[in-house]
Nanobody
Framework: QVHLAESGGGSIEAGGSLTLSCATSGFSFTLYFMAWFRQFPEKQREGVAAIARDGTPRHSSSVGGRFTISKDNAKNTLYLQIDNLEPGDTAMYYC????????????????????WGQGTPVTVSS
């Protein structure tokens, strides 16, 4: 059974940095595409970064180069580093996973991903 568990969220002042983690279990981590999404209140989930099986990252242009996705295959863990946090980054952050062997790039749309974690909240104060 696929299990995703996010951690690392919290309250932080604007300008700071944060690293979110997504510990995984129950599937072959190296065969899955992984991604980070965020959701603002009463809004749909927005893909901010994704990473393909070979480690090729993809970041949404909406985050302005401040977000960096990475993974550690040995630890079956996905990461999202967020630098220069802004109040507008305040949201619930989710990791997601889906197996795929026919794409070279990881999608940022939520419909592609079938497994989701429970989320970790990030609150940025000005």
């Amino acid at each position: 059974q696929v299990h995703l568990a996010e951690s690392g969220g919290g309250s932080i002042e604007a300008g700071g940095s944060l690293t979110l983690s997504c510990a995984t279990s129950g599937f072959s981590f190296t065969l899955y595409f992984m991604a980070w999404f965020r959701q603002f209140p009463e809004k749909q989930r927005e893909g901010v970064a994704a990473i393909a099986r070979d480690g090729t990252p993809r970041h949404s242009s909406s985050v302005g180069g401040r977000f960096t996705i990475s993974k550690d295959n040995a630890k079956n863990t996905l990461y999202l580093q967020i630098d220069n946090l802004e109040p507008g980054d305040t949201a619930m952050y989710y990791c997601a996973a889906n197996p795929c062997d026919w794409l070279n790039w990881a999608p940022l749309g939520p419909d592609f991903y079938h497994s989701w974690g429970q989320g970790t909240p990030v609150t940025v104060s000005s």
